[in-house]
């Protein structure tokens, strides 16, 4: 008797269901704990390595032309599943062949393993829905987060927000053409919820980027991150702006080398964009944004950006929730920043002789430890 260093979970023709299951004529015998999709004839079959949008998990085992039980994909849930080789509790489980798991990236990540074993086998898992909202919810324990809703903050050593390095959380830098100091970047007043509000000096080309000091977060391979925010620009033909990722650097908006996020040019477009080592992809996502002519009018005119790293290879840009622009590392052109860590940045820009202003509202990274 083989004895396995995880919790048994019993590999028997059926399990305790954790979510209502859907029954499916088989196309093919299959096995326990396997993912599955429906072909034309609505008959269940192994989904492959390649098929990341499964159906769902088989509860039993079944025959060819039998009736089988199966967990729904839809409702994520904590089920047993099948890997391909060993697999340590906390490990992100990626398709493999014949509708099985395995520690391998391979695409988005599938589960996310709650038990150890040191070899091939049954162990259970919590399976992620479609959403990656979802996935990165679930790995709500083992994540790094950071969250600013902007409620409290002032600017002078030792703020949240500071002009010399280390001495605030964030590290603001300032262009100023004209040497008039007329720049602001305080938590406004009148902000119900709290809003950060970023004015430009107004010379062509002033600007104010903030950055939070240190370096945190990286598109690494095998660890999912999200990045999320919500923000309102008071007049987009005349400014600049770029939120995001980036390495740190106190030209942004002119010399950053490695960065990912939303920019926008003067245009109201909003674009997406990503670059390492000074190879820029930039596409505008089909969504513009309105002008918000004053801070009362932010619930009507603001903007949710957010964008989601696969832990492989792809960012899924999003806006107001709809994905919007999907970015793969082609080795050539796309080339995605996986290589540095970066921070949160915000940079406003004037695009004319006049001060620009923007409003933010919060902003979050998730990332997999």
Wanted: charged residues 25%; aromatic residues 8%; contains cysteine.
């Amino acid at each position: 008797m083989t004895t396995h260093d995880f919790e048994e979970v019993p590999d028997v023709n059926e399990a305790p269901l954790r979510e209502s299951p859907l029954s499916k004529v088989t196309n093919t015998a299959l096995e326990y704990g396997r993912r599955v999709k429906l072909d034309a004839n609505d008959k269940a079959g192994y989904a492959g390595a390649n098929d990341y949008d499964f159906f769902g998990i088989t509860v039993a085992r079944a025959d060819l032309g039998d009736a089988v039980a199966i967990y729904l994909r839809s409702h994520p849930a904590l089920v047993p599943v099948y890997v391909t080789g060993a697999v340590t509790r906390g490990d992100w489980l990626y398709a493999a062949a014949s509708g099985g798991f395995q520690t391998t990236p391979n695409g988005p990540g599938l589960a996310q393993a709650r038990q150890t074993r040191s070899t091939a086998g049954i162990v259970s898992a919590q399976v992620m829905g479609y959403n990656p909202d979802q996935a990165m919810e679930a790995l709500r324990e083992n994540k790094v987060t950071f969250y600013d809703d902007f409620l409290t903050g002032c600017v002078e050593p030792g703020g949240k927000f500071a002009e010399t390095a280390d001495k605030g959380d964030w590290l603001l830098t300032v262009v100023d053409g004209g040497t008039d100091s007329g720049e602001v970047c305080k938590v406004a007043d009148d902000g119900p919820g709290g809003l950060l509000e970023i004015t430009t000096n107004d010379a062509s080309a002033d600007s104010c980027e903030l950055q939070l000091n240190g370096e945190a977060f990286k598109l690494a391979v095998g660890k999912q991150l999200n990045f999320r925010t919500r923000l309102a620009i008071k007049d987009v033909s005349e400014t600049d702006m770029f939120v995001g990722l980036a390495i740190a650097d106190t030209t942004v908006m002119a010399g950053v080398t490695d960065r990912v996020g939303f920019q926008v040019d003067n245009d109201g477009n909003l674009d997406c964009l990503i670059e390492q080592d000074g190879t820029e992809y930039n596409v505008d996502s089909g969504v513009d944004i309105a002008d918000c002519a004053a801070i009362g009018s932010f619930a009507d005119y603001d903007v949710e950006l957010a964008f989601f790293w696969d832990g492989v290879d792809t960012i899924q840009f999003s806006i107001n929730g709809v994905v919007v622009k999907e970015f793969t590392d082609n080795g050539t052109t796309i080339l995605i920043p996986d290589d540095e860590a970066m921070t949160p940045t915000i940079c406003v820009k004037a695009a004319s002789a006049a001060a620009q202003t923007v409003w933010v509202d919060e902003i979050q990274v998730e990332m997999q430890r």
